[in-house]
């Protein structure tokens, strides 16, 4: 799989070691970006309560610098927290956040003079969702450390969206922290075969498969919009499922409105 | 005998499609009464949002017509009406529903005999298909067949009354 990744071998010292310096270097970056006063609040990352957690921070003093930090469960979108600021914000951004942060700035929901992008090329996330107890880590070591360790460096382990990912530096940045990683390079084969599988998969089941694949989908989606506030891209200032007058798409979790509710939505991300 | 009629939402420009249809109207054309048209100053008013509320209404079919690209009397909202609806309608095709259910068409308000031929070719492939199977609101149709019993002239409502007296 590593091979396939097109991605250098890496070991759990390398991630630390490279962990280490892009922790050091943001709260540099972070520290001077407040003095010299080129923002007025930093958005990154600090660690959360939980092992393997981190929550978005924003710190608007110098002094507070040394809360930031650096690793690979840093998966939130920080673009989600700059669109319709009024103040000169400076951002963390891996190659995704960026690439929204462009989006933003198209369509004019942050101004790019306000904006100050400290870009940190990016290793891929780690997919939290992916039980270390069912993989046979477990057997192997016994402290929590341990499975960590494992956990970490076997790349099969990234986010689905970060095995597939085209993107992994900023494409856009007024400063980097590090040297940029190496991008992935796709034949036009790889691209169908293998960073479209998940589509593909579905593309080939009956019209009556791919309806259920969907509701099964679906099925536990209790309309707690979470996935519209985390979502970079949902900006609207009245939802359409917020619209009364008329009601197009009921509020309750009977399924049809479910549906409709992630198929409009998905709709109305990739259209306009 | 019971031969399957499915309704068949359309929503028609004011400029075009639906001069068509009157002039379809006017000339005597047959086509099927399948069809029920709902009027809109233009195809690029039409949002995906109404068109899935066909569907929880029970509709068996959409059909949306307007001006041919670049005919269109705001001069661009067909251009928007097309991006929209052919993305849309893969996506549909993507989630389950039929290919055939959701017909877009372009017509001008001269070519009354085509609006005829359009609506026979919707209407037949949507009969094909049967009734709609998805995004129907099971509660929306209940309550539409209990407006119709409570309607005076239901037939089934004297035949109701009756029994009960």
């Given amino acids: ?272 | 005998m019971s031969e399957f009629e499915p309704k068949i939402i359309t929503i028609l420009c004011n400029w075009c499609t639906y001069g068509a249809a009157d002039l379809a109207g006017v000339s005597r054309f047959q086509y099927p009464p399948n069809i029920r048209v709902i009027r809109v100053p233009c195809s690029g008013r039409v949002s995906p949002k109404m068109i899935l509320s066909a569907f929880h209404n029970g509709a068996d079919g959409i059909w949306i017509s307007g001006c041919h690209p670049g005919d269109c009397h705001y001069i661009t909202g067909n251009y928007y009406a097309r991006r929209k609806f052919m993305l849309l309608k893969n996506f549909l095709e993507y989630n389950g529903i039929e290919q055939g259910r959701i017909h877009f068409s372009w017509i001008s308000s001269a070519e009354g005999v085509k609006f005829a031929e359009v609506a026979r070719d919707v209407v037949e492939s949507v009969r094909k298909l049967g009734p709609a199977k998805y995004f129907i609101k099971k509660e929306f149709i209940d309550s539409n067949l209990c407006n119709c019993l409570n309607t005076d002239n239901n037939p089934d409502k004297n035949i109701l009354e009756e029994q009960a007296a």
């Fill in chain 1, 1 to 272: 799989m590593t091979t396939n990744l097109n991605q250098p071998d890496i070991n759990k010292k390398q991630i630390d070691t490279i962990n280490q310096q892009y922790t050091e270097k943001i709260r540099e970056a972070a520290k001077r970006i407040l003095l010299e006063k080129k923002a007025d609040v930093v958005i990154g990352f600090k660690n959360g309560t939980e092992p393997m957690t981190t929550e978005p921070c924003l710190i608007n003093k110098a002094s507070d610098a040394d809360k930031l930090i650096w690793n690979e469960h840093c998966c939130l979108n920080l673009a989600n927290y700059v669109k319709g600021r009024k103040d000169k914000v400076a951002v963390i951004a891996k190659g995704c956040d960026s690439r929204n942060l462009v989006n933003h700035i198209i369509e004019h929901q942050i101004k790019r003079e306000n904006l100050y992008i400290i870009g940190v090329p990016c290793n891929g996330m780690v997919d939290k969702s992916v039980n270390v107890k069912d993989s046979k880590v477990e057997a192997e070591s016994d402290t929590m450390q341990e499975n960590l360790d494992v956990f970490l460096t076997n790349r099969d382990m990234l986010q689905e969206n970060c095995k597939t990912c085209i993107k992994r530096n900023p494409v856009i940045f007024d400063e980097m922290i590090a040297e940029p990683v190496k991008e992935r390079v796709w034949t036009k084969e790889e691209k169908l075969k293998e960073r479209f599988e998940s589509v593909n998969k579905i593309e080939a089941m009956s019209e009556s498969d791919r309806w259920s694949f969907f509701n099964d989908m679906l099925s536990s989606c209790t309309r707690c919009y979470a996935c519209r506030n985390a979502c970079p891209l949902c900006y609207c200032p009245t939802c359409f499922v917020d619209e009364s007058r008329p009601q197009w798409v009921g509020k309750g979790v009977d399924p049809v409105d479910v549906r409709t509710y992630h198929f409009l939505r998905a709709f109305h991300l990739f259209h306009l």
